[in-house]
T-cell receptor, first 113, second 113 residues
Framework: GESVGLHLPTLSVQEGDNSIINCAYSNSASDYFIWYKQESGKGPQFIIDIRSNMDKRQGQRVTVLLNKTVKHLSLQIAATQPGDSAVYFC????????????FGSGTRLSIRP | DAGVIQSPRHEVTEMGQEVTLRCKPISGHDYLFWYRQTMMRGLELLIYFNNNVPIDDSGMPEDRFSAKMPNASFSTLKIQPSEPRDSAVYFC???????????FGPGTRLLVL
């Protein structure tokens, strides 16, 4: 079935280094993707999104890359800070589904001092 | 804006009891979503509403679960009777449009003993 999955369940990064979180999606009909950050005890928080007509989008310290050829999505966080510690989810909208998001299983990012 | 508001934040109840979770979406958002999050299954969409009308309830586990949205500023998710396997964090989210960013509330952590 359609699914969104993550290559790495956990990622440990040195403070100040860049982080790269990867996500694979299986449905080529997906046309809108979102990265969410979830801190302990809180709800998912929107970070950045990208539509299928783009292959890169930048925000503040974050960049999302979309490779439709291999159905791969990545989130890059520059100069990782302790406050970036969280679980990161990629999510996709299916073109055939008006409003349903499919969430990936999540990657936990931990920051080493 | 205060964001999506959920109550209660924590709920502990005994098996067989009725549980009612409440949500106030962001003002002006036409879509409201109920999710359940567990370690085993991740984030699952239970049901969503558009303009107070339920659109897709295919994620509702069984007849013990019901959701209502009597007006644009209030929704409830009810479990009757509750079972230990219903223990999870329940999130409410809202969005301005069907294919727009969803903003999540802080969640209700439910424990059924």
């Amino acid at each position: 079935g359609e699914s969104v999955g993550l290559h790495l369940p956990t990622l440990s990064v040195q403070e100040g280094d860049n982080s790269i979180i990867n996500c694979a999606y299986s449905n080529s009909a997906s046309d809108y993707f979102i990265w969410y950050k979830q801190e302990s005890g809180k709800g998912p928080q929107f970070i950045i999104d990208i539509r299928s007509n783009m292959d890169k989008r930048q925000g503040q310290r974050v960049t999302v890359l979309l490779n439709k050829t291999v159905k791969h999505l990545s989130l890059q966080i520059a100069a990782t800070q302790p406050g970036d510690s969280a679980v990161y989810f990629c999510a996709e909208f299916l073109w055939s589904s008006a409003s349903k998001i499919i969430f990936g299983s999540g990657t936990r990012l931990s920051i080493r001092p | 804006d205060a964001g999506v508001i959920q109550s209660p934040r924590h709920e502990v109840t005994e098996m067989g009891q009725e549980v009612t979770l409440r949500c106030k979406p962001i003002s002006g958002h036409d879509y409201l979503f109920w999710y359940r999050q567990t370690m085993m299954r991740g984030l699952e969409l239970l049901i969503y509403f558009n303009n107070n009308v339920p659109i897709d309830d295919s994620g509702m586990p069984e007849d013990r679960f019901s959701a209502k949205m009597p007006n644009a500023s209030f929704s409830t998710l009810k479990i009757q009777p509750s079972e230990p396997r219903d223990s999870a964090v329940y999130f409410c989210a809202s969005s301005r449009g069907g294919r727009e960013t969803q903003y999540f509330g802080p969640g209700t952590r439910l424990l059924v003993l």
